[in-house]
């Protein structure tokens, strides 16, 4: 756990920097805390971890994926923060340090072997982001975001608590393997206390990742947010929630799934068709962006319907294409928002004649997101289908199909206005950090579509 510690040391850091106005070097401070956090966390690929601190931690090959691919996506973010925090407030040093301390949390979320870490992790992750959204203090949108977050996000963590509460109540132990002790020894005679904690616990979650019907505060949040904010929740945050899913139903609850399966196949089709209808109806790229992170969180839910390494590699993969396409997207937004004051398609119209690597790179972020082939959204798509179809759920797929071709009509809006709608505007300055994220992750998105087996056997 050693990235753990470097990055809230980092952390720490930049806070003085701070305090003594050396904003020059926030900046690199930051990407190197994160590089030598990833490089920790990498040092624990296969090295049979064991539970630490009690038991309170298990820092395996499960928590070393997640983590880095958290870090990796986190510095992406980062490169693309230049000159972005200075236009919105003086106080730079707390955008890095809180995006540190989130980051921190994050990395207990995906290596919680006891349930007191999980709520501990989730916490400083969601204080975190309670700031970070509502930190331009002036603006009504950013304001009213925060408001709902918080508002929401205390919400979720009462059922979450009480629900940890439930079974702690049934099986007298937080530990997770306790937990799944008890399951299994007791397979006839389960407390209610336990089953009531499981749904509980479920609710807690389902508000965390963003799922129907509990994600009302998504498109909101996120649009008020600061566009690189919600970029960090849209990828980061949503990537971390899932982890922690994966881990606890997967080590305590699998052995009841036929108690938990039946509603989590009705929240996956509530989120597949919400996220998508709506997104169709939307006149803002970013809050197009929102929805569409709705459907897929259903599309990554898919997997839990048969945990285990598939179902974990599949998350992974899914969520890794995911995220690399969104940072794209959140990029070029911030760029075209820059130049033009909206998020709207409209503000793309034209652009592929004036910025070709902008454009290009937009496309193929659209492209993943959809899951049109040859790219990493595409892979993602087809392993968490085929968990599906491993449990011949044919009319689920149907209806997942159905909805990925809903996906790839508003995916193409953009792309449509960037190529074929013709207007006279300038060419937008891409700053060379912008470049460097635009270009590797368009790269990566193409290699992980066409080489998949790069990160596909990882579990």
Known sequence: MNALIILSAFAIVILYLGLFNA????????????????IAVLAEWNTNAQPIYSGMMLFDNFAVAFSTICI??????????????????????????ILLFALAGILVMVS?????????????????????????????????????YFLMGAFSTGFLLLGITLIYGATGSFNLESIRGYVV????????????????????????????????????VYEGSPTLITAFMSTVAKTAGFAAFIRLFSIC??????????????????TIFIGNITAVYQ?????????SSISHAGYLLFATLLLGAASTN????????????????????????????????DSFNGLAKKNPLMAFTLTISMFSLAGIPLTAG???????????????????????????????????????????????????????????????????TILLGIYPNVILALF
Do not use: Q
């Not at 992750?125 to 975001?145: D, H, P, Q, W």
């Not at 609850?253 to 509530?270: G, K």
């Open 112 to 148: 919680y072997y006891n349930l007191s870490m999980l709520f501990i992790g989730i916490e400083i992750m969601s204080v975190s982001l309670y700031i970070l959204v509502g930190i331009r203090k002036k603006e009504y949108a950013s304001n009213e975001a925060a408001l709902k």
């Open 23 to 38: 904003k020059r070097a926030l900046l690199p401070v930051t990407l190197t805390g994160l590089c030598v956090a990833l």
């Open 314 to 345: 599949a998350v992974f993969v899914y969520a890794t294409a995911y995220s690399i396409a969104s940072i794209i997207a959140f990029a070029v937004l911030i760029l075209v928002r820059r130049e033009t004051g909206s998020s709207s398609f």
């Open 283 to 291: 006149h803002s790229f970013k809050r197009m962006l929102a929805y």
């Open 185 to 220: 020894s007791n397979p006839t005679s389960i407390s209610t206390l336990f089953y009531s904690g499981m749904i509980l616990m479920l609710i807690g979650f389902c508000f965390k990742i963003g799922v129907a019907p509990f994600h009302f505060w998504t498109p909101d």
């Open 378 to 444: 595409f892979i993602g798509k087809f392993m968490v289908f085929s968990v599906v179809l491993s449990e011949y759920r044919i009319g689920l797929i149907g209806l997942a199909i159905i909805n990925a071709l809903i996906g790839v009509f508003y995916y193409l809006k953009v792309v449509t206005a960037m190529y074929f709608k013709e207007v006279d505007r300038e060419e937008i300055a891409v700053p060379a950090y912008y470049k460097l994220v635009l270009c590797f992750s368009a790269v990566a």
């Open 253 to 270: 609850f699998a052995p009841l799934s036929d108690f938990w399966m039946p509603t989590i196949v009705v929240i996956i089709v509530l």
């Open 72 to 97: 990796f996506s986190t510095i992406l973010i980062i490169l693309i923060s230049k000159d972005y925090f200075e236009r919105i407030s003086e106080h730079v040093a707390e955008y890095y340090a």
